[in-house]
């Protein structure tokens, strides 16, 4: 049973591109949260999907968007890198429904700016 | 923003001894997650607590929660090299959006 993948491991970009980041959900999960983690904080949620569409969203400016596919797995994108952008980017898996599910967090992508 | 602090910052302790996290958080809540972070890597989930439960074991972990203080504590009993780590509380204050505290780093030196 294979858990939260996510790809790239690591992304050195320059400011100003654009980066895409790919996060597969824990089999049998429905529900793909992403999250911002800069050195030596805790993350900071981005927003949520949930049946293709965004369901919740943290302070995060329009630059980050998303999707989810039919097979429940998301994308992350940001454009107009700025060096601020330069984190780990978790994506968090789980099963909606209204009681309390443990999220299970994929390794990260390591997204560097400069 | 983050709605936890964690407190300490930083904790160093001999293999054996326990270690006592805490958590303080401002909005009321459903549940609270501890997770485990080893060198900047993906969060591993340890234990959730439901906001009508007050203590809670899962093998070496001890989590109490306290709604009225709004806070939790963890406890980790006879430490190991291998708990070596950042540990993070998490609040779920509805739709699995978790709100993550800044976190403490564990040393547990051998």
């Known amino acids: 049973d294979a858990g939260v993948t996510q790809s790239p491991t690591h992304l050195i970009k320059t400011r100003g591109q654009q980066v895409t980041l790919r996060c597969s959900p824990k089999?049998?999960?429905?529900?793909v949260s992403w999250y911002q983690q800069a050195l030596g904080q805790g993350p900071q949620f981005i927003f949520q999907?949930?049946?293709?569409?965004?369901?919740q969203r943290g302070n995060f400016p329009d630059r980050f968007s998303g999707h989810q596919f039919p097979n429940y797995s998301s994308e992350l994108n940001v454009n107009a890198l700025l060096l601020g952008d330069s984190a780990l980017y978790l994506c968090?898996?789980?099963?909606?429904?209204?009681?309390?599910?443990?999220?299970?967090f994929g390794p990260g992508t390591r997204l560097t700016v400069t | 923003s983050q709605q936890g602090e964690e407190d300490p910052q930083a904790l160093s302790i001999q293999e054996g001894e326990n270690a006592t996290m805490n958590c303080s958080y401002k909005?009321?809540?459903?549940?609270l997650q501890w997770y485990r972070q080893n060198s900047g890597r993906g969060l591993v989930h340890l234990i959730l607590?439901?906001?009508?439960?007050r203590e809670k074991h899962s093998g070496r972990l001890r989590v109490t929660l306290d709604t009225s203080k709004k806070s939790s504590s963890l406890l980790i009993t006879a430490s190991r090299a291998a708990d070596t780590a950042s540990y993070f509380c998490?609040?779920?204050?509805?739709?699995?959006?978790?709100?993550f505290g800044a976190g403490t780093i564990l040393r547990v030196k051998s």
């Open positions: 968090a898996s789980s099963l909606a429904g209204l009681a309390a599910y443990e999220q299970y």
């Open positions: 998490a609040t779920d204050s509805g739709g699995n959006k978790l709100v």
């Open positions: 089999s049998g999960h429905d529900t």
């Open positions: 909005t009321s809540i459903n549940n």
């Open positions: 999907y949930y049946e293709e569409e965004e369901r």
């Open positions: 607590i439901r906001s009508n439960e």
